[in-house]
């Protein structure tokens, strides 16, 4: 990569040409989701109620698929496209974008013990206390949460008797966790290191799944609700994205993201459910307290992987608001630069509100 080029537009091409990358790619996970419309279609529970048990699984299960495929198909696309324009402003030039990031899924006999520990820590550590501290803060969250939930006709399973809302909710919140940490985390983090710092990439994805969460302020039911509802997920959202786009990057691995994930938003779920059967939210403080304790256990357990990944995380969060020397960064680059990330989040996400939602 020129270091000696101006900082301003060395910034701005390394973000242009992720973003190009990554329209590429969300046009082609909308290409195979077009396939899920004849589905939407046929078995649409409002014309058949018999197919509500069956719909939101089969719909974010193939959501799930198709997102792993649109990314690993038109990332290989996506370096025919801008892969020679690109090569002297990547920070680190891979061979095959599309293996790199089918790598991020791979689960050795070597590491699979530590995925899963690491999933855990993750799961006990940071999704969990955040849950239930907000929901402990503010009950009303509960409510809001339900509500913003259940106006969608593939969440039917939140009103299901326990057996069926247990199945539903297993199938459709792993294949919510894949479908999400594949992007945000595989595409968005992982692959964005490769043109920009690793936190500037972070920060993209955060943004962009905090956006995401944000959203719900758009949603029928926030009218006559608390600004503040949609904005604690958001800022909740940012906070989980960059813990677990700074572990994919370091790690390169990507099932304890979907792993911890997955387990609080079932358990999540779990909580909704047990508030539409009409309990209030002392049932869910009840529900969490013995998690808590598990937290706390592992804490003590596995302290140093904590506190050495603590420490790193914000040794490395901290360089993101200083000046990067190497291109010749002041402080107004610095400034300009955190703009960029923010504003390539805010664009990625309005795209893929369209493309991918």
């Given at each position: 990569?020129?270091?000696?080029?101006?900082?301003?537009?060395?910034?701005?091409?390394?973000?242009l040409?992720?973003?190009?990358?990554?329209?590429?790619?969300?046009?082609?996970?909308?290409?195979f989701l077009?396939?899920?419309?004849?589905?939407?279609?046929?078995?649409?529970?409002?014309?058949?109620?018999?197919?509500?048990?069956?719909?939101?699984p089969?719909?974010?299960?193939l959501?799930?698929?198709?997102?792993?495929?649109?990314?690993?198909?038109?990332?290989?696309?996506?370096?025919?496209?801008?892969?020679?324009?690109?090569?002297?402003?990547?920070?680190?030039?891979?061979?095959?974008?599309?293996?790199?990031?089918?790598n991020?899924?791979?689960?050795?006999?070597?590491?699979?013990?530590?995925q899963?520990?690491?999933?855990?820590?993750?799961?006990?550590?940071v999704?969990?206390?955040?849950?239930?501290?907000?929901?402990?803060?503010?009950p009303?969250?509960?409510?809001?949460?339900a509500?913003?939930?259940?106006?969608s006709?593939?969440?039917?399973?939140?009103?299901?008797?326990?057996?069926?809302?247990?199945?539903?909710?297993?199938?459709?919140?792993?294949?919510?966790?894949?479908?999400?940490?594949?992007i945000?985390?595989?595409?968005?983090?992982?692959?964005?290191?490769?043109?920009?710092?690793?936190?500037?990439?972070?920060?993209?994805?955060?943004?962009?799944?905090?956006?995401?969460?944000?959203?719900?302020?758009?949603?029928?039911?926030?009218?006559?609700?608390?600004?503040?509802?949609?904005?604690?997920?958001?800022?909740?959202?940012?906070?989980?994205?960059?813990?677990?786009?700074?572990?994919?990057?370091?790690?390169?691995?990507?099932f304890?993201?979907?792993?911890?994930?997955?387990?609080?938003?079932?358990?999540?779920?779990?909580?909704?459910?047990?508030?539409?059967?009409?309990?209030?939210?002392?049932?869910?403080?009840?529900?969490?307290?013995?998690?808590?304790?598990?937290?706390?256990?592992?804490?003590?357990w596995?302290?140093?992987?904590v506190?050495?990944?603590?420490?790193?995380?914000?040794?490395?969060?901290?360089?993101?608001?200083?000046?990067?020397?190497?291109?010749?960064?002041?402080?107004?680059?610095?400034?300009?630069?955190?703009?960029?990330?923010?504003?390539?989040?805010?664009?990625?996400?309005?795209?893929?509100?369209?493309?991918?939602?």
């Amino acid at each position: 990569m020129g270091r000696k080029e101006n900082p301003l537009k060395v910034l701005f091409y390394q973000r242009l040409y992720f973003f190009i990358e990554v329209l590429i790619v969300f046009f082609g996970i909308f290409l195979f989701l077009l396939i899920t419309i004849p589905y939407t279609l046929v078995l649409d529970p409002s014309s058949n109620p018999s197919f509500s048990i069956i719909y939101g699984p089969i719909y974010y299960v193939l959501k799930a698929i198709f997102a792993i495929l649109g990314i690993a198909l038109f990332l290989y696309v996506a370096n025919f496209a801008v892969g020679g324009k690109r090569r002297k402003i990547v920070l680190d030039i891979d061979i095959s974008s599309t293996q790199t990031f089918l790598n991020l899924f791979k689960i050795k006999k070597a590491n699979y013990k530590y995925q899963i520990l690491y999933g855990l820590i993750l799961l006990f550590l940071v999704f969990i206390p955040l849950d239930f501290f907000t929901y402990l803060l503010v009950p009303e969250m509960l409510e809001f949460t339900a509500d913003s939930l259940l106006i969608s006709d593939f969440n039917n399973y939140l009103s299901e008797p326990y057996f069926g809302f247990l199945i539903s909710v297993i199938v459709i919140q792993v294949s919510v966790a894949v479908f999400e940490e594949s992007i945000s985390r595989g595409l968005l983090a992982n692959r964005g290191s490769t043109y920009v710092q690793k936190m500037s990439a972070v920060i993209i994805s955060s943004f962009y799944f905090g956006l995401g969460h944000f959203a719900y302020i758009l949603s029928p039911v926030a009218v006559g609700v608390p600004a503040s509802f949609p904005l604690i997920w958001f800022i909740e959202a940012i906070v989980i994205g960059i813990i677990l786009g700074m572990f994919v990057i370091r790690k390169r691995w990507i099932f304890p993201v979907i792993f911890a994930h997955a387990l609080n938003n079932i358990i999540s779920a779990h909580a909704v459910w047990n508030y539409i059967q009409g309990n209030d939210f002392f049932v869910t403080f009840y529900f969490y307290i013995p998690l808590l304790i598990v937290g706390v256990i592992l804490l003590i357990w596995q302290f140093s992987k904590v506190k050495d990944g603590v420490v790193i995380g914000f040794k490395d969060f901290g360089k993101y608001f200083k000046n990067e020397k190497e291109i010749g960064e002041t402080t107004y680059h610095t400034v300009v630069r955190i703009m960029l990330d923010l504003l390539v989040g805010l664009i990625l996400f309005a795209v893929g509100l369209i493309l991918t939602a």
